[in-house]
């Protein structure tokens, strides 16, 4: 059978670009090889069947403040955002917490409390935000050059030191913290935020990353889905199919066949062929898309040298745990917070995330942590939680610099060791945690990559997203968009631009490229290789 265009795998990126292709009234195939669509944005009761779980990501700031995702009108099909009482929470060694509000001066006058003269600091850094910052996101999730979007940034920077902005958000997240704040309770927050990409805190990007992490906090939350992060998904494959697209679930992709330089049919493992007479849209790895998918032949030699030098981010192993009460902190706050980092301070946070870089297995993890139930009361019965716990590892490890046990294969007992050194920290700043505990699931690199094909090694982001991958070096040299040297394909997958997280960029930019191709090769008929 034919279709205007076939879109390989169902993740956050591929239903975007399939909802936004048949939108531009083609007719649209949505192949995904696991047994259910959403990619890294699912949830589950598989760890106790009273609580809800998110297999993979769970609170979606870019999400809410990303245009492509507010076009679609997802609250029409389900979708409905939740959020906890206070956005985010980091305890501190004396048992005091830093505390990030979706007010920014309730955030202000906790830090001046724990150091004077930091709330004045945070309330500056916020004004300075408010000037570059919309104009900062709508450059970073549209196509590469963001032409627009960077020429208003321009001139809001003349309104907030020009140069001298220009430079705080390029000053590595460790020392923009030194420079602005006195207090260790502003440093944990920025650079915790940071933390959630794999850029080392003491280099270029990891400021700007922590600050437009914070700053959204600040605007649009860190929300999550009501019911599970699969709500989210599910709303998108719910427009899709109500419009009249197709989706077809347990069908892996092995091969996308090339006919005069342009991609023309989509192969199946059963060995069905489904033709695409105008795009092909692959939400998949650079990598998999250029050395699998591809005849090799299809392939210019400089890009499959250049892939050799693709990087992934570090791995990771989750654990997700059900809960009988809520979560025992040590002093926790009044507000609780949906999400909790776990770090003395910015430098066991830096020691942690460069052993990753390096190649150790960290003794004392920097954690990334959900209280899902108190986000979404929705998530588990009254009075328990439902909670989880994120750790990046190396891809690949040189040493433990632990008790030594963890060998780096990332088998059960790897797995199941490096969980109960992450339940051992939790016990620091919640003692009685293990006590509270009636089920727990540990999903490592090995079990995150069968669960989606794109989570290659428990990487997250589709790739690294230190600055020698990003922009125009994104997934390589010169390849910074989503067109690909095969006509009629398309990269929409976070190895593409602008890189990880759930705003569903990558798949709207794919999309567009492929109308906007078209339109040129009905207008130019020399220029047009369709299948025929």
């Known amino acids: ?27 649209v195939l949505l192949l995904e090889a696991q047994p259910t669509v959403g990619g890294a944005v699912r949830s589950d009761r598989e760890v106790h069947p ?83 910052g919309p104009h900062l996101i709508g450059a970073l999730l549209t196509p590469f050059p963001p032409v627009r979007s960077g020429v208003a940034l321009l001139g809001a920077l003349r309104h907030v030191g020009g140069l001298d902005m220009v430079r705080t958000l390029l000053t590595p997240v460790a020392d923009l913290t030194r420079e602005r704040f006195g207090g260790e309770a502003a440093r944990v927050l ?16 990891s400021g ?14 860190f929300p999550v ?71 090799p032949s299809a392939v210019p030699d400089r890009v499959l040298r250049s892939l050799r030098r693709f990087e992934l981010d570090p791995g990771t192993v989750k654990v997700d745990w059900a809960l009988a009460d809520e979560v025992p902190w040590t002093d926790g706050p009044a507000l609780r917070s949906g999400t909790v980092h776990i770090a003395d301070d910015v430098d066991d946070m830096g020691l942690a995330l460069s052993q990753v870089g390096s190649g150790v297995v960290p003794a004392r993890p920097f954690m990334l942590t959900g209280q899902m139930t108190t986000a979404d009361p929705d998530r588990s019965p009254a009075g328990t939680e439902s909670f989880w716990a994120y750790s990046h590892v190396p891809q690949r490890t040189r040493h433990d610099a632990g008790d030594g046990g963890i060998t780096g294969t990332w088998d059960r007992d790897d797995c199941e060791r ?33 669960r989606d094909a794109n989570l290659a090694g428990g990487a997250l982001n589709g790739g690294t997203a230190q600055l020698h991958q990003q922009l125009v070096f994104r997934p390589v040299p010169g390849l910074g968009r989503a067109e690909t040297p095969v006509r009629g394909l398309y990269l929409g997958s976070a190895s593409a631009h602008p890189g990880g997280g759930v705003h569903g960029a990558c798949g709207d930019n794919a999309a567009r490229a492929a109308i906007a191709h078209d339109r040129v090769d009905r207008w130019v008929p020399w220029r047009s290789s369709r299948p025929v």
């Open 225 to 295: 889905p009501r019911g599970g992060a699969g709500e989210l998904t599910g709303s998108l494959a719910r427009r899709f199919t109500a419009n009249g697209g197709t989706i077809r679930t347990d069908a892996e992709v092995t091969e996308i066949r090339v006919r005069n330089g342009r991609a023309h049919t989509v192969v199946t493992a059963d060995g069905e062929g489904h033709r695409a007479l105008r795009a092909v849209v692959a939400d998949v790895l650079a990598p998999a898309l250029y050395t699998r998918l591809l005849d």
């Open 208 to 221: 700007l990353m922590g600050l437009l992490l914070a700053m959204m906090g600040q605007t649009v939350g």
């Open 50 to 132: 009273d609580f809800v779980h998110d297999t993979f990501s769970a609170f979606y700031p870019l999400a809410a403040s990303s245009p492509t995702i507010a076009s679609f009108g997802l609250e029409d099909h389900g979708l409905e955002w939740c959020h906890a009482p206070s956005v985010l929470g980091h305890p501190l060694r004396d048992s005091s917490w830093a505390v990030l509000h979706r007010d920014r001066a309730k955030t202000a006058a906790g830090l001046d409390a724990l150091h004077a003269g930091d709330g004045e600091s945070w309330l500056d850094l916020c004004a300075e935000w408010d000037r570059v």
């Open 418 to 450: 490096y969980a109960d050194r992450m339940q051992a920290r939790l016990e620091e700043v919640a003692p009685g945690f293990g006590a509270r505990v009636l089920a727990r699931r540990v999903l490592g690199p090995r079990e995150l990559e069968e």
């Open 1 to 27: 059978m034919s279709w205007d265009a076939v879109v390989v795998g169902a993740g956050p990126n591929g239903l975007v670009a399939a909802n936004r292709l048949l939108d531009a009234g083609w007719s």
């Open 190 to 205: 920025l650079a915790g935020n940071a933390g959630h990409a794999d850029i080392p805190l003491d280099a270029p990007g």
